[in-house]
């Protein structure tokens, strides 16, 4: 039932996984391709990329995820953010996978969380589809073959998509699961085909350990300048708000595009690979991006093509507005070989306003910096949930709510110490709609925006001219070589100027409705800055 290159003491049988079918161990990519194929499980596309599509769900389920409540965890969880399983009710759930797992072959991968070797995690992948072992490959770090004779992991994941959870009995929500057992150090999903649950797993179990070595774990891109990591930006948002995109940049070197660490020795990518949305990418826009669709066993999820060319169709949103692709981060020509960096010289929050009423870029003092990123102010971009179809403002504490099991002030202040003790520059950055609220206005230029960064990150942003903004008390610039000064003003682009102020004035009451529940726990330099 065995193959493939695996610690012969670590098998599945021996962590009670028995009956199973043929299990395949550490397969590299091309023998998880052709699996994957042979299986019926997609299409092979140009260039040997692997096509897919996930089913009825294109998106997260984050109202099935579930943290089972154990005396262990019961003071440190955020549980108004985090939904409780009963011990029991968990131990019944993964009786009854295993039992359905039985006669079935299964995919093992066994990874890094975390390119620093001093932090990393050591997790076990278990997938029913060979593509999602090919997809974890890309997502997580591969240790060298010779590791893996003395690799034995700190928590298994098993994803088992054909697997039904019975809410009556399983203590979940519907039939799709994901449960996480701190005590158990086991992740168990079931019922969702959807690739990023794995990836977003492992984010969520760094989020919770590694506060207590003092790492601080960021839902964030990062790229450093080329020969330089000294030179290090880190830039924190949801999905759609252009973490990879503007990370992306030739002129730096990318450490990686979605989940990061800052510890005491620096930077490093959690990740070995990325998730990158496809919808309307284009070769001219995103060159590198792109190349990666028709190279050999990037995983592209969910998306349109012909059954004759394989041509892919980057604008056709039938299927969902979350397509993606995922390749590992050696498809990106300046990539970091290492995936580390030094301590952040610039921290960037991306958000993307619907309303239309944030500047393109504001600069930000280490304690509106904080205010920002507990609010998390944001819009989810269609597709990245189940049941979002269009862009829907919201506050997303820390940029990452979803996969935060403690308090957002464990990670504020965190973030408020490092960013305290390297001296780092804080700014916030609009990739939403600008001239109008969605529907009226228009998406942010991405050449605007880019010049923005580029004149943030070398300094020479900082040197101009800044004007204090009226809603928000933190401080705009006036101008900007290669950007329209009109930009920068969201007021004077819009055609109604009353309506932009009520626009601006709710905005401003939402902010501050949300932030009252972060009073108690935070400083007073903060609570100034939520002020006004």
């Given amino acids: 039932m065995t193959n493939g290159r695996v610690n012969p003491a670590q098998r599945l049988q021996d962590q009670g996984f028995v009956g199973l079918g043929n299990v395949y161990y550490n397969s590299i990519e091309p023998a998880l391709v052709e699996a994957a194929v042979q299986r019926g499980e997609g299409t092979l596309g140009k260039g040997g990329a692997f096509l897919c599509t996930t089913g009825q769900f294109t998106g997260r ?70 593509w999602h072992g090919l997809f974890i490959r890309h997502m997580l770090r591969r240790p060298e073959r010779a590791e893996l004779d003395s690799f034995v992991p700190d928590w298994t994941i098993v994803n088992c998509p054909s697997f039904e959870a019975d809410p009556a009995k399983h203590g979940c929500r519907t039939s799709t699961v994901i449960a996480l057992n701190f005590d158990k150090k086991m992740i168990l999903i079931a019922n969702t085909a959807y690739a990023g649950e794995n990836k977003k797993a492992v984010f969520t179990l760094l989020n919770y350990l590694l506060p207590e070595k003092g790492v601080m774990p960021m839902h964030c891109s990062a790229n450093h300048a080329i020969g330089n990591p000294v030179d290090t930006a880190i830039f924190f948002g949801l999905s759609g708000t252009g973490k990879t995109t503007l990370s992306a940049d030739p002129a730096r070197t990318l450490i990686g595009d979605d989940e990061h660490g800052w510890s005491d020795r620096g930077t490093f990518n959690f990740e070995g690979g990325c998730y990158a949305k496809t919808i309307n990418l284009s070769a001219e826009a995103e060159p590198e991006i792109y190349g990666t669709t028709s190279k050999f066993g990037t995983v ?73 990123f507990l609010s998390g102010f944001t819009s989810k971009t269609p597709g990245t949930e189940r049941g979002i179809v269009e862009p829907t403002p919201t506050f997303s504490t820390c940029f990452g709510a979803p996969f935060m099991p403690r308090r957002p002030e464990v990670y504020g202040k965190l973030l408020q110490e490092k960013i305290a003790k390297h001296g780092a520059s804080c700014w916030l950055v609009n990739t939403g709609w600008t001239g109008g609220a969605f529907g009226t206005g228009k998406r942010m230029p991405i050449k605007a925006t880019r010049a923005l960064l580029t004149a943030a990150l070398d300094g020479s942003l900082a040197a101009g001219q800044f004007r204090r903004d009226p809603n928000f008390g933190f401080d705009v610039p006036v101008a900007v070589a290669g950007v329209d000064s009109t930009l920068l003003d969201p007021r004077a682009t819009w055609a109604d100027k009353a309506a932009y102020d009520a626009q601006a004035q709710k905005l401003v009451g939402m902010f501050a409705e949300n932030f009252g529940q972060y009073l108690p726990f935070i400083d007073a330099d903060v609570k100034a800055a939520a002020i006004g």
């Fill in 300 to 372: 592209v999820e969910n998306m349109v093509f012909d059954p004759e060319t394989l041509e892919l169709d980057f604008d056709d949103a039938s299927l969902t507005q979350n397509m993606r692709c995922a390749y590992p981060l050696e498809y990106i020509s300046n990539a970091s070989a290492t995936g580390m960096g030094g301590f952040p010289k610039n921290v960037i929050m991306l958000t993307c306003d619907a309303y239309g009423v944030l500047p393109p870029i504001a600069r930000l003092t280490p304690a509106q910096a904080m205010y920002h």
């Fill in 61 to 130: 389920s984050p109202k099935d995820k579930f943290v089972v409540r154990t005396p262990s965890v019961e003071g440190s969880i955020w549980w108004e953010n985090n939904a409780p399983m009963a011990p029991d009710a968990f131990d019944r759930l993964h009786a009854d996978m295993l039992d359905h797992m039985k006669g079935r072959d299964y995919f093992v991968q066994d990874l890094f969380g975390g390119a620093d070797p001093v932090h990393r995690l050591d997790v076990r992948v278990v997938t029913e589809l060979a």
